[in-house]
């Protein structure tokens, strides 16, 4: 049974540092593309962060850009996301999930999902 389970999260002052964890189980985790998500109240879930296989290929959604750090490492089956400068605006449910399609943003392409860690950040 394949399980993403999210940790990290909580509360943040705006400027400040948090990194998200996301570690999976039941399949070869080093043969899928990781992506994480958000969905703030009332919004649709987005693409935030996805990185490949080995780690060497990221891109980011252009709001984190700059601010978000994705990173994996294999031999954890574990995938991060570290977010400096947090603003208010990046309070949010925060998601991993997996997929076998690079370069996707689309929620439709991505086949496992965590139950989501929330994040929120005091302004």
């Known amino acids: 049974q394949v399980q993403l389970v999210e940790s990290g999260g909580g509360l943040v002052q705006a400027g400040g540092p948090l990194r998200l964890s996301c570690t999976a189980s039941?399949?070869?985790?080093?043969?899928?593309?990781m992506g994480w998500f958000r969905q703030a109240p009332g919004k649709e879930r987005e693409f935030v962060a996805v990185i490949g296989w080995s780690g060497s290929s990221t891109a980011y959604a252009d709001s984190v850009k700059g601010r978000f750090t994705i990173s994996r490492d294999n031999a954890k089956n574990t995938v991060y996301l570290q977010m400096n400068s947090l603003k208010h605006e990046d309070t949010a449910v925060y998601y991993c999930?997996?997929?076998?399609?690079?370069?996707?943003?689309?929620?439709?392409?991505?086949?496992?999902w965590g139950q989501g860690t929330q994040v929120t950040v005091s302004s």
């Open positions: 999930a997996d997929t076998l399609r690079w370069g996707s943003r689309l929620k439709r392409d991505y086949d496992y």
């Open positions: 039941g399949r070869t985790f080093s043969s899928y593309i």
